[in-house]
């Protein structure tokens, strides 16, 4: 299989982020009176944007004016913590080196806020290799509605047979589906569970694999 154009989600995807969204959903539900969850709870519900994440970590009949607080209070501790743990999944700084070596265009459509994805982007070195980062409040409508990747397939000027979507849940799967790209969904993100029920075109256990798939080869360190 051959693409021009690689759009990867974030969280789940290129970045290990469980640990500070599970802390700062934590410290939300505790300010507005809440009780904490077990981190696996709340990593399955990661990937449909911060309002969701909230509204279900506070559980079925939470008020709207809880939903609301908590949602700020998260904004602001994640803001001043994000970068505290969050560090790249193994195999993914090399495997963007040699997309891009190839001369793959890359870009990055998440559901996390578009400030805030940006400056982990920064904060890990990596936005040379994206030509564009839109985040889930860059649109009207967040993943999977497909105008975001709809946007990037337009900006880089590529078919969208010629693009891949990847990233660790049907969210990701779907956003393809709706736009006629391909998906390509990774098993150590936070939701594997979910390309169960939407099966990828290409499954990988590690971004190295991914380059594989394209015929690229990552050399050993």
Not at 155 to 160: G, L, N, Q, R, Y
């Amino acid at each position: 299989m051959s693409f021009d154009l690689l759009v990867f989600d974030l969280d789940g995807t290129l970045i290990d982020s469980a640990l500070d969204l599970a802390l700062s959903v934590n410290a939300a539900c505790l300010q507005v009176g809440y009780p904490e969850l077990e981190h696996e709870t709340i990593f399955s519900y990661v990937g449909d944007g911060a309002p969701m994440l909230i509204k279900r970590s506070l559980g079925k009949g939470a008020p709207r004016s809880d939903a609301d607080d908590a949602l700020q209070l998260f904004l602001e501790y994640y803001s001043d913590h994000m970068l505290d743990n969050t560090r790249l999944y193994p195999g993914v700084l090399e495997s963007l080196d040699v997309f891009r070596s190839a001369g793959k265009k890359m870009a990055v459509l998440t559901n996390k806020p578009e400030r805030f994805s940006r400056r982990i982007i920064d904060g890990l070195e990596l936005p040379d290799y994206f030509f564009q980062i839109y985040g889930g409040d860059t649109f009207d409508q967040k993943k999977p509605d497909p105008e975001g990747l709809c946007r990037l397939m337009d900006e880089a000027e590529v078919e969208s047979e010629r693009t891949l979507m990847v990233g660790d849940s049907s969210v990701d799967i779907l956003t393809a589906v709706n736009s006629g790209a391909k998906s390509c969904g990774v098993t150590y993100g936070l939701r594997p569970e979910s390309l169960k029920t939407h099966p990828p075109d290409i499954l990988v256990d590690a971004m190295p694999e991914l380059a594989a798939h394209l015929g690229l080869v990552i050399e050993a360190a």
